[in-house]
């Protein structure tokens, strides 16, 4: 079991930068792809970025490529996600998550982080 918390999230306005962190216990991340996901309100949680265990590989979706960039410290337990250029429809809740899968690391969640960015 892997339990993850995220932080960094905030209120920024359009243009700005913000990097969020996720914190793993419980076990090491080092045999698990990690990734990022985020739910808008009224919409569906969607995929934003994936890292594979040794960050050799990453995917990220079209909305946030060239925007974004996750990286990973396995030796700290640690995934993050330097998000630059927001822009307002970047606002969500930004999920960390973990799992075998590089395409999809579904199988742990962490609570949650809210990012707002606004106009």
């Known amino acids: 079991q892997v339990q993850l918390v995220e932080s960094g999230g905030g209120l920024v306005q359009a243009g700005d930068s913000l990097r969020l962190a996720c914190a793993a216990s419980g076990r090491t991340i080092r045999d698990l792809a990690m990734g990022w996901f985020r739910q808008a309100p009224g919409k569906e949680r969607e995929f934003v970025a994936s890292i594979s265990r040794f960050g050799t590989s990453t995917r990220y979706a079209d909305s946030v490529k060239g925007r974004f960039t996750i990286s990973r410290d396995n030796a700290k337990n640690m995934v993050y996600l330097e998000m630059n250029t927001l822009k307002p429809e970047d606002t969500a809740v930004y999920y960390c998550?973990?799992?075998?899968?590089?395409?999809?690391?579904?199988?742990?969640w962490g609570q949650g982080t809210q990012v707002t960015v606004s106009s």
């Open positions: 998550a973990a799992g075998p899968q590089y395409a999809r690391p579904t199988d742990y």
